[in-house]
C-alpha cells in the first residue's frame, strides 16, 4: 500500500482547484469518527434526548465515550437522557463499534457502486486486510454476525428479564445491553452496571458471551463458521482461541484467588455467585468494562491485574482496543526465544516475521509511553489516589472504560485528556500500523554498532 502523503499547502491549492481532498485512510478514518463525535453531540443537545439538561461538554464527551466505544460516563444515561438520547447513544455504539467504514461500505454496495482506489485502501486499513478481492465478503460478514449475534442476545436477554418485568421495557434493556456488550462499550442503564446480577448464570453468559465474541474479531469468526473443525482452521484462529481460553481462565483463577476474602467485593457472596462475579469481572476488563463489583473496593493487586487485561485488549477485526491479544502472544514468544537463545522466534510451529516482531515492540512501546504521559499528566491535575489514577487513564486508552467511579469528580483538563485518549486508543494503533506497514527502501547502508543491552 503506498502511502499517501500530502503538504498540506499543496492539499489545500489541489482541493481548492479539483474540489477533492486527499487524505491518507487513516486520516479518512479519524475524520470519520470525528464526524461521529459531532454529530452524536449536536443529537444529543437537543432538547427532547434530555431527561435533565446537560451542557456541551457533557453532551460531546458522551459522544465521544459512545464513539470509542469506551464507557466511560460524566452523566448518568439512565436519568439523565431520555430515550431518544438513549436511542442516540446505542447508534453511536453500534458505528463506532463496528465501524463507520463498514456501514459505508455496505452502502456504497447496496448501490451498486465500485470502490475507488481511495475507499479500497481505507477499507484495507479498516479490516486489516491485504487482499482487495476480500473487501466485500469481510464487510459483509462484519455486519452479519453482528446483527445475528446481538439478536440472539436480545431475544434470550428479553425473554429471561420478562419474568419480572414488562415485555416493552424487558425488550428495550435487553436491546441496549446486547448491543453495548457485543461492542465492548460496557455502558449500562443499570445504576451498578452488573453487580445486580451476580447470582445470575444466564445474564452473566449471555453477556459475556457477547463481550468475547465481539472482542474475537469478524475474521475469526468468519473462518470458524467456513470451516468448523479445528484442524481446517486458520492459523490464527486457532492462535485466537487458545489465546483467548488461557488468558480468561488465568485471570478468573488470580482474581478469585485474591478477591475472595475480601468481604466488599467476593467475601460475601456464595461460591456459585463467586464464580460468576469473578467471571464477568475479568472478561469485562479485557475488552468491554462492565463492572459485577464496586471497582473503588478491589485490592490493589486486583486492579493491577485488570489493568493488564485491559492494556492486552481483545483480537484484531473486532470491536475491542489495547494493543491486541496477537500483539501480545507474540511478544511472549519473543521472550522466550531469547530465552532460549534461538534466532528465530516460533509459535505453535510456525516462524514469526521480523518485520511483525517489529509492529509488536513498536505497538507496545508507543501504547505504555501514551499511557505513561496520561497518567502523569492526570497526576499533575488531580489528588486521587495513584492507583485510581492510572486505572482511569487505562480504562480511556484501551476504550475499555472501567473506572473506578472517577470520572465526573476529575478537572476539566483532567476530562479533556481522557477524551483524547479515548480517540487516540481507538484509532491510535491502527495509525501506527498503517505507517509501519509502508515500508521505505534506502540504497544507503550505514556500518552496525554495538550496544550494550540489559
Given at each position: 500500500m503506498a502511502r499517501l502523503t500530502v503538504h498540506p499547502l499543496r492539499a489545500y491549492r489541489r482541493a481548492r482547484r479539483t474540489g477533492q481532498l486527499q487524505a491518507s485512510p487513516p486520516a479518512v478514518l479519524a475524520g470519520s469518527f470525528l464526524f461521529l463525535i459531532l454529530l452524536g453531540t449536536l443529537l444529543l443537545l437537543l432538547p427532547a434526548a434530555q431527561q435533565r439538561p446537560i451542557s456541551l461538554f457533557e453532551a460531546l464527551f458522551t459522544?465521544?465515550?459512545?464513539?470509542?466505544?469506551?464507557?466511560?460516563?460524566?452523566?448518568?444515561?439512565?436519568?439523565?437522557?431520555?430515550?431518544?438520547?438513549?436511542?442516540?447513544?446505542?447508534?453511536?455504539?453500534?458505528?463506532?463499534?463496528?465501524?463507520?467504514?463498514?456501514?459505508?461500505?455496505?452502502?456504497?454496495?447496496?448501490?451498486?457502486k465500485r470502490l475507488s482506489l481511495k475507499y479500497q485502501a481505507l477499507a484495507l486499513e479498516a479490516f486489516n486486510q491485504t487482499s482487495v478481492a476480500r473487501i466485500r465478503q469481510t464487510a459483509l460478514t462484519v455486519l452479519k454476525f453482528s446483527l445475528a449475534i446481538e439478536g440472539a442476545a436480545i431475544l434470550i436477554l428479553t425473554l429471561w428479564w420478562w419474568r419480572n418485568d414488562s415485555l416493552e421495557h424487558a425488550f428495550l434493556l435487553a436491546g441496549f445491553h446486547a448491543v453495548s456488550a457485543f461492542n465492548n462499550a460496557g455502558i449500562s442503564l443499570f445504576p451498578d452496571s452488573l453487580a445486580g446480577f451476580v447470582g445470575d448464570p444466564v445474564t452473566t453468559f449471555v453477556i459475556t458471551g457477547c463481550i468475547i465474541l465481539g472482542?474475537?474479531?469478524?475474521?475469526?469468526?468468519?473462518?470458524?463458521?467456513?470451516?468448523r473443525a479445528w484442524q481446517t482452521l486458520a492459523y490464527y484462529t486457532r492462535l485466537m482461541l487458545i489465546g483467548t481460553l488461557v488468558l480468561n481462565l488465568v485471570a478468573l483463577a488470580l482474581f478469585w484467588l485474591i478477591e475472595s476474602s475480601n468481604p466488599a467485593t467476593l467475601g460475601h457472596l456464595p461460591l456459585p455467585s463467586q464464580g460468576l462475579a469473578a467471571w464477568t469481572q475479568v472478561v469485562g476488563a479485557r475488552t468491554a468494562g462492565f463492572?459485577?463489583?464496586?471497582?473503588?473496593?478491589?485490592?490493589?493487586?486486583?486492579?493491577?491485574?485488570?489493568?493488564?487485561?485491559?492494556?492486552?485488549?481483545?483480537?484484531?477485526?473486532?470491536?475491542?482496543?489495547?494493543?491486541?491479544?496477537?500483539?501480545?502472544?507474540?511478544?511472549?514468544?519473543?521472550?522466550?526465544?531469547?530465552?532460549?537463545?534461538?534466532?528465530?522466534?516460533?509459535?505453535?510451529?510456525?516462524?514469526?516475521?521480523?518485520?511483525?516482531?517489529?509492529?509488536?515492540?513498536?505497538?507496545?512501546?508507543?501504547?505504555?509511553?501514551?499511557?505513561c504521559m496520561g497518567v502523569f499528566l492526570v497526576s499533575l491535575f488531580e489528588s486521587q489516589p495513584f492507583i485510581a489514577i492510572a486505572m482511569e487513564v487505562m480504562a480511556a486508552f484501551t476504550?475499555?472504560?472501567?473506572?473506578?467511579?472517577?470520572?465526573?469528580?476529575?478537572?476539566?483538563?483532567?476530562?479533556?485528556?481522557?477524551?483524547?485518549?479515548?480517540?487516540?486508543?481507538?484509532?491510535?494503533?491502527?495509525?501506527?500500523?498503517?505507517?509501519l506497514g509502508t515500508q521505505r527502501y534506502s540504497r544507503v547502508r550505514y556500518p552496525e554498532a554495538p550496544m550494550q543491552i540489559g
Open positions: 459522544a465521544a465515550s459512545s464513539v470509542t466505544v469506551t464507557g466511560l460516563m460524566v452523566i448518568d444515561p439512565a436519568r439523565d437522557l431520555s430515550f431518544l438520547g438513549q436511542a442516540v447513544v446505542l447508534g453511536l455504539v453500534q458505528m463506532g463499534g463496528i465501524g463507520f467504514v463498514t456501514f459505508a461500505i455496505i452502502a456504497s454496495l447496496t448501490l451498486g472482542g474475537l474479531g469478524f475474521s475469526v469468526l468468519a473462518d470458524i463458521n467456513q470451516k463492572a459485577s463489583m464496586d471497582v473503588d473496593q478491589l485490592r490493589d493487586s486486583s486492579r493491577l491485574l485488570l489493568m493488564a487485561l485491559m492494556f492486552i485488549g481483545g483480537g484484531s477485526l473486532s470491536t475491542a482496543s489495547g494493543i491486541k491479544l496477537g500483539t501480545f502472544i507474540i511478544l511472549l514468544a519473543v521472550v522466550r526465544a531469547y530465552v532460549l537463545q534461538r534466532k528465530e522466534v516460533v509459535l505453535m510451529h510456525r516462524t514469526i516475521a521480523p518485520e511483525t516482531i517489529q509492529k509488536a515492540l513498536a505497538l507496545l512501546m508507543v501504547s505504555g509511553l501514551l499511557v476504550t475499555t472504560g472501567l473506572s473506578p467511579d472517577l470520572t465526573r469528580s476529575l478537572s476539566l483538563p483532567s476530562q479533556i485528556l481522557l477524551m483524547a485518549l479515548m480517540f487516540i486508543g481507538r484509532l491510535g494503533p491502527l495509525t501506527l500500523v498503517y505507517s
